[in-house]
């Protein structure tokens, strides 16, 4: 017998451990979700809450990221300013926070 082998380019419907699912936490060390099984985005709106310690000489970087070769987002902080980015496929769109990020818990 011979499986059937996937390369990804063909869209597939499975469960995943998300489906459904309201709250999603992710803790620190959650280095990667692929995305298969990453929560859906695309079609809902979220909210997403980070708790973030600054250092004194501040911080850039990475909150959070999720999505693939066609759409995805990504929370990050950039000079001072936390962003949000978001892409469906055929727009981006951007935001970003009118406070200055400051050293501390945030």
């Known amino acids: 017998h011979v ?5 990804g380019t063909v869209p597939y419907n499975s469960l995943g451990a998300f489906d459904n699912r309201d709250r ?3 803790y620190p060390g959650t280095s990667q979700l692929f995305e298969a099984t990453a929560p859906t985005i695309g079609g809902r709106s ?8 600054v250092p004194a000489k501040g911080a850039e970087g990475v909150l959070l990221s999720i ?3 066609t759409n995805g ?3 990050f902080v950039q000079k001072n300013q936390l962003w949000f980015a978001y892409n469906n496929g055929d727009e981006k769109v ?3 926070s009118t406070e200055v990020i400051k050293p501390g818990k945030n």
């Not at 499986?3 to 390369?7: A, E, F, Q, S, V």
């Not at 979220?46 to 310690?53: F, G, P």
């Open 3 to 7: 499986y059937p082998l996937k390369d």
């Open 24 to 26: 999603l936490v992710l």
């Open 46 to 53: 979220l909210s997403i809450t980070a708790d973030v310690n």
């Open 67 to 69: 999505g693939g070769r």
């Open 73 to 75: 987002l990504s929370l």
């Open 94 to 96: 951007y935001a970003s």
